[in-house]
């Protein structure tokens, strides 16, 4: 009788550890804050006194912390702005390569604030590598420089706050 408590003590030991290990392969939630700095040429359609804006940035993440995965990762954004009635509303994606290969997705809305300002909502929609099944969402603030080094492009600098987690499989 000695040697079943014996033996049930340690299942019960390996499962206790085992369920800790588990526990600790569901992802926390992070928080990161960040600056993405782009340029890239821009296309517009003037309708009146409205217009649509077309672009396909390229530019960099640097994080406010070394230690944030996504620190120095390149940036792709497609967007689409359009201009109705005075009010601008822009819609878009951005992809991140992380450096180590892996690639982070999101989809972002906002609204124009003024001039050349820009503040809206991103959603993170997926990912590869380590990041497959990253979800999240932040906000951002942008602002594009008032007069771009070449006519006919934009350049500009986002703000961006956001919290994340990667659901790992149990």
Same mark, same amino acid.
């Given at each position: 009788?000695?040697?079943?408590?014996?033996?049930?003590?340690?299942?019960?030991?390996?499962?206790?550890?085992?369920?800790?290990?588990?526990?600790?392969?569901?992802?926390?939630?992070?928080?990161a804050a960040g600056t993405v700095a782009y340029s890239c040429?821009?296309?517009?359609?003037?309708?009146?006194?409205?217009?649509?804006?077309?672009?396909?940035?390229?530019?960099?993440?640097?994080?406010?912390?070394?230690?944030?995965?996504?620190?120095?990762?390149?940036?792709?954004?497609?967007?689409?702005?359009?201009?109705?009635?005075?009010?601008?509303?822009?819609?878009?994606?951005?992809?991140? *390569?992380?450096?180590? =290969?892996?690639?982070?997705?999101?989809?972002? %809305? !906002?609204?124009?604030?003024?001039? #050349?300002?820009? $503040?809206?909502?991103?959603?993170? *929609?997926?990912?590869? =590598?380590?990041?497959?099944?990253?979800?999240? %969402? !932040?906000?951002?603030?942008?602002? #594009?420089?008032? $007069?771009?080094?070449?006519?006919? *492009?934009?350049?500009?600098?986002t703000k961006n706050r956001f919290t994340w987690k990667i659901?790992?499989?149990?």
């Open positions: 009788m000695k040697k079943v408590g014996t033996i049930l003590i340690i299942v019960l030991l390996i499962f206790a550890v085992t369920e800790n290990s588990f526990c600790e392969e569901l992802a926390k939630e992070e928080t040429p821009v296309t517009v359609m003037m309708m009146g006194k409205d217009l649509q804006v077309n672009f396909d940035a390229l530019g960099v993440y640097v994080s406010d912390s070394s230690d944030n995965p996504f620190n120095n990762a390149s940036v792709r954004i497609l967007g689409s702005g359009l201009v109705l009635k005075g009010a601008y509303t822009e819609v878009g994606s951005m992809g991140l *390569t992380l450096s180590n =290969g892996d690639k982070v997705f999101s989809v972002y %809305e !906002g609204k124009g604030i003024g001039g #050349n300002k820009l $503040k809206g909502k991103i959603t993170f *929609t997926g990912g590869t =590598g380590n990041f497959a099944g990253i979800t999240g %969402e !932040g906000e951002f603030d942008r602002l #594009n420089v008032a $007069k771009p080094a070449m006519k006919g *492009t934009t350049q500009g600098y659901e790992k499989a149990e």
